[in-house]
């Protein structure tokens, strides 16, 4: 009779490990089934792209499932911010892009408009705009991120070291991202922002930066992408940090080639005090000839009496 359970319960057991996994680890948009087991994100319609749910999705297929959702009033993003040499931020908001059969994005995007720029790995566009007929040589890869957050007020005197050791061990443990490509990280405690750099050495083809700050930004910004929906934190000394906001910069490989549309602050600035200079010296040449007209008048008059 026990054996008898024993084998019903053994064969239940193997039966339950051939069954899919109900959910998908790193997307919770997906879907899995089988048998044999796959899981699939819909990414346009009827478009099931499969994923693999150990590993980041890539960024492209996840912006296409955006879309997908958007259109059907499923979901929506936000974003902003700006700063470093010839780092870029992601102003354009969300389009449709077109991927590789890996997931890597193509060089030139056009939202299915007639309107066409180019984009690094990043999916973040390094162009101007132009038509159908812009030419974008090859994918540039965006070898550095620059995260910039800030936390939520409460923690006090935290060290910068052991900030650094903890969000190097959340981008792991989070995003499988290697430790070591956590470069630096600066902290400002009165306006509560850490900034964090991560990089990898030019050519380097294996780790994908652009998943891993995807992610993050869903993290900060609006819902965990992943079926677990565990806040992003950071504990350090006893204290946890937990993330508002996220501005991410992306430095490609090779700098940006977009023309400036707007003036920065300093400049115009300068501008502006250059102007007032050459008025104030038009003020003072005016003035200082009618002073020098009168007086010869007066001196006339002078003459004139005598
Ligand atoms: C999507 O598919 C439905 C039904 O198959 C069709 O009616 C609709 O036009 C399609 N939409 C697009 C954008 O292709
Ligand atoms: C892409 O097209 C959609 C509409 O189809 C639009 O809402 C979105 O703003 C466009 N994105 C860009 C970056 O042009
Ligand atoms: C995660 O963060 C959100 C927003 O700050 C908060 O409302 C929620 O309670 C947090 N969830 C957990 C499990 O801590």
């Known amino acids: 009779m026990k054996m008898w359970i024993f ?30 087991c796959s899981c699939t994100l819909l990414i346009g319609n009827g478009t099931k792209q499969p994923i693999v749910c150990t590993a980041l999705v890539p960024k492209c297929f996840l912006m296409k499932a955006e879309m997908y959702r958007a259109r059907r009033g499923l979901s929506t993003r936000t974003i902003g911010g700006k700063q470093h040499e010839t780092a870029i931020v ?38 101007d705009k132009g038509d159908q007929t ?3 040589e090859k994918l540039v890869e965006t070898n550095w991120v620059r995260l910039q957050l800030t936390h939520k007020e409460g923690p006090t005197n ?3 070291d052991n900030l650094k050791a903890a969000i190097a061990s959340e981008l792991n443990s989070r995003y499988k991202l290697d430790s070591s490509l956590v470069k630096e990280i600066q902290y400002d405690p009165d306006a509560r922002m850490i900034v964090v750099d991560v990089t990898k050495p030019k050519g380097e083809r294996i ?18 992408l992943f079926t677990e929906q565990k806040n992003f934190t950071a504990s350090v000394g006893g204290q946890t940090l937990m993330m508002e906001k996220i501005i991410v910069y992306y430095v490609d490989e090779e700098p940006p080639t977009m023309t400036m549309k707007h003036l920065t602050g300093g400049i115009i600035a300068v501008i502006v005090v250059v102007v007032l ?30």
Do not use: H
């Open 90 to 127: 992601d102003n354009d908001g969300i389009y449709d892009p077109e991927c590789e059969n890996d997931g890597k994005f193509k060089a030139k995007q056009c939202n299915n408009t007639d309107v066409c720029w180019c984009v690094n790995s990043a999916g973040v566009r390094r162009t």
């Open 277 to 306: 200079a050459v008025i104030a010296g038009l003020l003072a040449v005016f003035f200082f000839q009618k002073r020098q007209r009168k007086y010869k008048k007066t001196q006339q008059r002078e003459m004139e009496q005598m």
């Open 158 to 160: 935290v060290n910068k």
């Open 7 to 36: 084998a019903v319960l053994a064969a239940l057991a193997v039966g339950a490990s051939a069954q899919c996994p109900p959910t998908c680890a790193t997307m919770k948009w997906a879907t899995c089934d089988g048998p044999p």
């Open 134 to 136: 812009l030419k974008c």
């Open 207 to 224: 780790s994908d930066l652009s998943r891993m700050a995807y992610y993050m930004e869903k993290d900060v910004k609006a819902l965990p």
